[in-house]
């Protein structure tokens, strides 16, 4: 697929920009954003979990694909990453932007729903796992990328990727597709 065709978010290249500005080297490629944005498009009046916000740049596929009756809580622990991301989304009230240890927010939200989960952060993909799946509603989406092996993975990473996908493909309460695509997706759904 050629990423030139991929019409980008409205605030895309101004986040990008400051990213580059700001020695910002973590984002999820185009076609993870692409793959977001026509997720959640399918879901009107949803309501979104964002795990590891950095700049905002994944934050401005899913933003963009919202209804005017949906959500996004976004979560990150650097507040020079999210400072990128607040500039362009504090006026938006769909959109909450969260500075807090990710896994701190897991454990004390454990009462919420979500139509989808993006886990682009260790917490939610490698570290609180099944409290993370707990907050998938019955017919959403858990989504991971970053499954295939890439340049900058410290030694000995590719054996936690190999425990989460054999972790999810055991998981009877959710059907699960692996993607060779983009880095690698995981997109999981759950069970009725």
């Given amino acids: 697929m050629d990423d030139?065709?991929?019409?980008?978010?409205?605030?895309?290249?101004?986040?990008?920009?400051?990213?580059?500005?700001?020695?910002f080297s973590m984002s999820s490629d185009l076609q993870t954003g692409s793959l977001l944005r026509t997720i959640i498009t399918s879901k009107p009046g949803g309501t979104f979990l964002e795990l590891g916000t950095g700049t905002g740049l994944s934050l401005a596929w899913i933003v963009e694909a919202m209804d005017t009756d949906s959500k996004v809580v976004t979560i990150d622990n650097d507040k020079t990453y999210l400072s990128v991301?607040?500039?362009?989304?504090?006026?938006?009230?769909?959109?909450?932007?969260?500075?807090?240890?990710?896994?701190?927010?897991?454990?004390?939200?454990?009462?919420?729903?979500?139509?989808l989960i993006f886990a682009d952060a260790w917490p939610g993909k490698y570290s609180?796992?099944?409290?993370?799946?707990?907050?998938?509603?019955?017919?959403?989406?858990?989504?991971?990328?970053?499954?295939?092996?890439?340049s900058n993975w410290p030694e000995g990473h590719q054996e936690k990727v190999d425990w989460l996908v054999a972790y999810l493909e055991k998981r009877k309460d959710f059907n699960i597709t692996k993607i060779c695509w983009s880095t690698g997706l995981i997109i999981a759904s759950r069970r009725h």
């Fill in 128 to 150: 609180l796992l099944d409290e993370t799946l707990e907050l998938v509603k019955v017919g959403g989406i858990y989504i991971i990328d970053d499954m295939l092996a890439q």
């Fill in 4 to 23: 030139k065709r991929i019409e980008l978010p409205e605030n895309y290249k101004s986040i990008l920009s400051k990213s580059k500005e700001i020695k």
């Fill in 85 to 115: 991301a607040t500039k362009h989304y504090e006026n938006d009230k769909r959109v909450s932007i969260i500075c807090e240890d990710g896994s701190a927010w897991i454990k004390n939200n454990q009462d919420k729903r979500f139509d």
